[in-house]
């Protein structure tokens, strides 16, 4: 029986190119374990059969939240991870993966768990196979901002987002996704342990925008059906920005390092994709590494056009493949 995984990888940001940045990403784990797809026989493996015996092992590193106090433990963690349909006894785990979302804002954090886990037509959880204590390590949804527009924690969203964008010239566009084109945005969330092995990627995003595509002929009533046919993705994460950035619009800065610095690798990808974007200081106290003393984390918000999924799909395989 695989090792339980019960604490958290501390993230270190890679610093260079994006191929360097995955290889990285992953020589944190011994390719070495199975991955397999415990939902629906209608989706497709996570993987492709020749690379269906991929082994990751998870050293010296935590698992919990990124909020939370670091505590390293020394050792390798195997563990075989499958992907769920959200259910309720997800409730605990999705909603830690949920903290800070909107910064330090007191927001309804679990009326917005309470929507992912209902929606078990689109979403996923990541666990460990036969895994008593039942860990959630990385949630991905797609929540119709207008279907559930009178939710208080969509409510809380919205507001959080208005008060946040600064820039005049995105204010406009970012109003009318929250407003009257709402119907047609989905608030795109994923979120997980930032020592989820990296190869589980792809098919984590495949299997999300799988589903949103097969609920637009699957669902029983025409008005779901036509809630899940996006024309643009919202999502809300955090990238670290150099102190001396010339600004906010730019990826370079005035030394010879970069800019930018992404967590994640999707990240970058949406970035390049998105329609627009903007950034904003965070409030919440966050532990900086000491080799990222130039930059400060800041909180990033993109809107992608529903048309750019596929090549952002074509775009994060070929990456994690490298």
């Not at 959200?86 to 927001?107: A, T």
């Not at 970069?258 to 994640?264: F, G, L, N, S, V």
Request: hydrophobic residues 35%.
């Amino acid at each position: 029986m695989p090792r339980k995984l019960t604490r958290r990888l501390r993230s270190h940001p890679i610093t260079f190119s994006r191929f360097a940045r995955t290889l990285a990403l992953a020589s944190l784990y011994k390719v070495n374990r199975n991955l397999r797809n415990s939902k629906n026989s209608r989706h497709a493996p996570p993987v492709s059969s020749d690379k269906a015996g991929v082994n990751l092992a998870m050293k010296n590193h935590n698992t919990l939240p990124e909020s939370s106090d670091d505590e390293e433990f020394e050792g390798s963690v195997q563990a075989d991870f499958a992907f769920f349909d959200p259910k309720p006894d997800d409730f605990h785990g999705v909603k830690v993966l949920l903290q800070n979302y909107l910064d330090d804002k007191q927001w309804d954090a679990s009326g917005l768990t309470d929507l992912i886990l209902a929606q078990t037509t689109v979403g996923t959880v990541v666990k460990i196979e036969e895994d008593e204590d039942n860990g959630v390590y990385a949630v991905s949804t797609v929540l119709n901002l207008g279907r559930y527009k009178d939710h208080k924690c969509i409510l809380d969203i919205k507001e959080f987002l208005l008060e946040v964008c600064q820039e005049d010239s995105i204010q406009q566009n970012m109003k009318s996704m929250l407003g009257e084109k709402a119907q047609d945005v989905g608030l795109l969330i994923s979120r997980r342990v930032v020592n989820l092995p990296p190869q589980l990627l792809p098919p984590l995003y495949d299997a999300l925008f799988d589903e949103v595509s097969w609920a637009t002929e699957d669902e029983p009533t025409e008005e779901l059906r036509s809630s899940f046919r996006f024309k643009h993705y919202l999502f809300v994460s955090k990238i670290y920005e150099h102190k001396k950035i010339k600004n906010k619009h730019d990826r370079t800065s005035s030394t010879s390092e970069e800019a930018i610095i992404y967590t994640k690798p999707e990240e970058e990808i949406l970035h390049e994709l998105c329609s627009w974007s903007f950034r904003f200081p965070l409030r919440t106290q966050q532990n900086t590494p000491h080799e990222l003393k130039n930059y400060r984390i800041v909180g990033l918000v993109m809107a992608v056009e529903a048309t750019k999924v596929s090549t952002f799909r074509e775009q994060l395989r070929s990456l994690i493949d490298e």
